[in-house]
């Protein structure tokens, strides 16, 4: 693979932040995998990696030499972040994210950083969290969403475009605001439903649990993850998130509604719907 | 493993029907494993399986000599199936069947087998279906009711219990009522809602799926699943599994409610249950 940044900062050293470096800089797509996290122990841990260069102790310190600066952290943060960087990056560096929701992030970019900021979105990740659970082929086969700005130039968007493409991800440009409208109904409202699925079992005798097979498993697994995260995800994508399950309360209701009064005609097209749907999967 | 059954009879050889056998006869739980499947498509692919010795047109005809019979066929067809078999079983003969709701299937035992008849549910599937997908390892580690009859043999109890075991699920003895009702919860709710979740992200443009990730895969993993079936177990289950989403959309209600008032420590809360739920799971 060619070459693809001097060096790669991320700030925000978690699952995603941690595994996209692992893979950049085992994939030769940087020199340098430089990191700045905001907890101590996490930079201990990350100056412990055999692919991370340079641990730094500030963000405005961990910027300054890097040609890709890629914000790892919890999307309330990034803005925040975002402005304390803003004054220390190269002129010439590319600033992205990987946060799940991009209308915040992406006006608080071009707010601050018009000229360098492009949002993405690697769909990528798992209930794990740290860089204990980095993991190089996290990306491979995964959906990436690149979302610039007005202001941004197409050649900056082509080289992130670029370094997506080279970690294994499918990646489709759009604006922020269409992002955060697909990623209400394909990520945010199943985990939404995961979650309240298993809210509504932890009610249960807790022995009933042991009695669950692989399915419920699997439909729960997501309901694993990071609360705080997801609560600012949540909060971030509140109106997209809301719209969707509003429409998906009718459809629980459509469903209800054909139970109670047992017919059978309605609840096999909903199930065959539902069938279709699922059989025709984009990537298994 | 000590040979339990002379001869083990399937009647209706779909995926779960046509695994047991096959763990049955590999593991040496019987010394003939044999066949009947309404489709003569069926019965074909069935004599051509290494573990399957004989293979019957008629469910009369297939029981005659069976010490264990077992009823592999849809729910609703269960009674109906036993009511044709009840005078051509041997008299020591054990009846069973791995049907997902108990109450109409142990009722019609009781009408007309009800010193034969104990019901079984293994807690195995996917979302394949028939001899094609016969998995010897199904059963292992799932956990399988046995469902006697107040007129149930002790001894014939404990043998049905010994050859679930011997195929590897862990087996509680419950009664039908009390099945049904923990069904409904860890099994067909979940069902419902991965069902209801694919049908509400089918109105969505087409190619929305490609920008799913992982977690949505396995959310709905179970939503493929046959929808003919799953109607029959949802009928069968009707007034549980409304209690049940009832409850649920109580639940949904409570998260929707917290998101449309931006009450992030609610969120936070409900989401923090969820995650203490599925992080405390039986069986990994």
Chains 1, 2 share one sequence.
Not at 144 to 165: G, H, I, Q, R, Y
Request: glycine share 4%; hydrophobic share 45%; aromatic share 6%.
């Amino acid at each position: 693979m060619p070459m693809l940044f001097e060096n790669v900062c991320v700030l925000g050293s978690g699952l995603l932040g941690s595994s996209l470096l692992m893979a950049a800089k085992n994939r030769g797509l940087c020199r340098r995998a430089q990191v700045w996290s905001r907890s101590e122990a996490t930079r201990a841990q990350a100056r412990a990696q055999p692919w991370c260069d340079q641990v730094f102790d500030t963000p405005e310190s961990a910027v300054q030499a890097a040609d890709l600066v890629v914000l790892g952290a919890p999307v309330q943060v990034i803005p925040a972040l975002l402005e304390k960087i803003a004054a220390h990056i190269k002129p010439s560096a590319i600033v992205t994210d990987v946060g799940s929701v991009k209308q915040d992030i992406c006006a608080a970019g071009q707010r601050v950083l018009p000229k360098n900021f492009i949002g993405s979105h690697p769909m990528a990740g798992s209930e794990k969290t740290g860089i204990a659970a980095a993991d190089q082929t996290l990306f491979e086969a995964q959906a990436c969403f690149v979302v610039p700005l007005p202001e941004s130039d197409p050649l900056a968007v082509e080289k992130l475009t670029a370094f997506w493409s080279a970690l294994g991800t499918r990646v489709t440009q759009t604006d922020a605001q269409t992002h955060d409208r697909i990623v209400a109904r394909v990520s945010h409202l199943p985990h939404a439903l995961a979650a309240a699925l298993c809210v509504t079992l932890s009610q249960d005798h807790p022995e009933w649990k042991n009695f669950s097979g692989n399915g419920l498993k699997d439909a729960t697994r997501i309901a694993a993850s990071d609360p705080e995260l997801w609560k600012q995800i949540f909060s971030q994508n509140r109106a997209a998130l809301l719209q969707a399950l509003d429409q998906h309360i009718e459809t629980i209701n459509t469903l209800r509604q054909a139970l109670d009064q047992a017919d059978e005609k309605t609840i096999k097209a909903l199930l065959t719907r539902a069938q279709t749907y699922r059989q025709n999967w984009p990537i298994e």
